[in-house]
Each structure stands twice: as C-alpha cells, then as structure tokens.
C-alpha cells in the first residue's frame, strides 16, 4: 500500500501538543492536522483505533478518522506520522478542563477525590457537565471509556475530551472521539519491544476516573456496540503492516472482559 507523503512548508509552524507523556509536533495543512510520532508508533496506534471505530455502530461523525503518512520536515528530513481532517468548522473548541475552569472550578474537584468512588465521579462529573452545557453525555462518556480501556489508551485526560461550542446558537455538542496515540502500548520508551505483552499490559494506567482500566469500563452499560468479527477479517486483510499495535488489539480481543462490548450474533461459539 503507498503511504501518502505530506511536506511541511518552511512557513509552517510546529504546534507543540501536549500530552501526559511530553510533546508531540504538530502541524496544520490546509484542511488536515498532522502528527509526527514522538515515542513509538502513535500513527499505527490511532490508524488502527479508527479501524476499531469503523467497525463500531458509532456513526462516522462521531469520531475522528487517522490516516497513515510519511512527513518530510521542511529540512527535509523523513519521518512516520498520521493526519486527520479539520472537524472543528466554525465552531469553538473547548475541552472538558477548560469548560470547569470556565465555571471557576476544576475536574480535579472530582477525578481526585479519593472519598467518592468510579461511579461516583463519573456520576458528578456527568452532572456537572449537563449543567453547565445542557448535554446528557452520560452514556457517550462511559462508551467512550470502554473504547479506551479496549485499546489500552493511557491520555484520556481531561484536554482531551472536547466540546464544541456555538457562538451563533449558543449551543453545546460533544466533539468526535480523537487522539488515540498513546494507546496499544505504542510509547516503545515505556513499553519496550521485545518484552512479553501480558506484562506490558499490567502496566498502562487510565485515565480520567481511575487508573484501573477495567473499573472505568464497568461504567458502560449500554447496548455492545463493535461487531468483533468484522474487526478481525478488517485487520487480516488490512494491507498496512500494524507491527506490534495488531498484537496487543487481538491480545486484548481475546479477553472476556469486553465480553459486553461485541454485538449480539458476533460472540464466539
């Protein structure tokens, strides 16, 4: 498969991201954001998180596609990266930290309350959340909770889960699921290649709620919503080479906790 070649212009100017993990250099072009990876393989981490997504009953507005690309820096140097398209429009955007900061409070009031347990906040969090924008996003959140505890995602925090806002209506909606990178054990400097998966695994904390993958995850008790076997036939013929990312996808596949998750007819005999 040709991986598509994006050149930076000298006038672009890097847009340093910050995530729980350090910076990563981004830059926009056009119409596409595009990420250079920083500590591993986040472009084969959020490439496959949309082919997980793309075999979910999430509608194709509700979450941010990753394509594979190779950057050529304005030195002229080549590096891996991906890119997305601009989703935002004319609308605002305003994370969920910045949205508490808004209403001169914060989300650590809650996330870091050792009083309350998962539950708990997630129940306060939401509530806060319709009050000051009128969303319900309760199910949305725990649902998007349960992608990340299935892709291992250890940045969910609390820049990055976005809203949008409208000037013109004065009206909230809840941004499409974006920036996966850190997930899938892509971080090689935390999580060394050659060292047994099972043990990696052990090792990623989540986030916002609690460090415990599997208690955030408990959160969701909706309707299962990624058809499992359509996701493996998409990965076995997928002509992208995911390297280590498609083992630790099938490892965490393999494990009955998502039991819930996988559609109705889709489950192993």
Not at 27 to 55: F, M, P
Not at 186 to 200: F, M
Not at 222 to 230: A, E, Q
Request: glycine residues 4%; proline residues 5%.
């Amino acid at each position: 498969m040709q991986i598509e070649r994006v050149s930076i212009p000298k006038s672009a100017q890097p847009i340093i991201s910050t995530s729980s993990k350090g910076d990563q250099s981004k830059w926009r072009i056009g119409d596409k954001w595009v990420k250079q990876n920083a500590r591993g393989y986040e472009s084969h981490a959020e490439v496959l998180a949309t082919l997980v997504l793309s075999c979910s009953s999430l509608p194709i507005n509700r979450y941010v596609q990753y394509f594979p690309c190779e950057i050529e820096l304005p030195d002229g140097e080549m590096t891996r990266g991906c890119y997305s398209y601009d989703f935002r429009g004319e609308l605002q955007e305003v994370t969920l930290e910045r949205l508490f900061e808004a209403n001169f409070t914060t989300t650590d009031a809650i996330t870091t309350d050792k009083t309350l347990s998962t539950a708990e906040k997630f129940q306060q969090l939401s509530a806060q959340i319709e009050s000051f924008t009128g969303l319900n996003i309760r199910k949305e959140l725990a649902q998007l909770f349960a992608f990340d505890a299935l892709i291992l995602n250890e940045d969910r925090h609390t820049n990055n889960i976005l809203f949008l806002y409208d000037p013109k209506h004065r009206s909230w909606s809840l941004a499409p699921i974006f920036d996966n990178g850190l997930s899938l054990l892509s971080d090689e400097k935390d999580y060394a290649q050659g060292k047994p998966i099972s043990i990696l695994k052990r090792k990623v904390k989540a986030k916002p709620l609690n460090s415990s993958f599997a208690k955030q995850l408990s959160l969701y008790d909706g309707p299962p919503f990624i058809n499992k076997k359509l996701l493996i036939a998409r990965l076995e013929d997928s002509p992208l080479d995911f390297g280590r990312a498609k083992t630790v996808l099938l490892s965490q596949l393999n494990d009955p906790i998502f039991q819930k998750l996988w559609i109705e007819g889709d489950n192993d005999d």
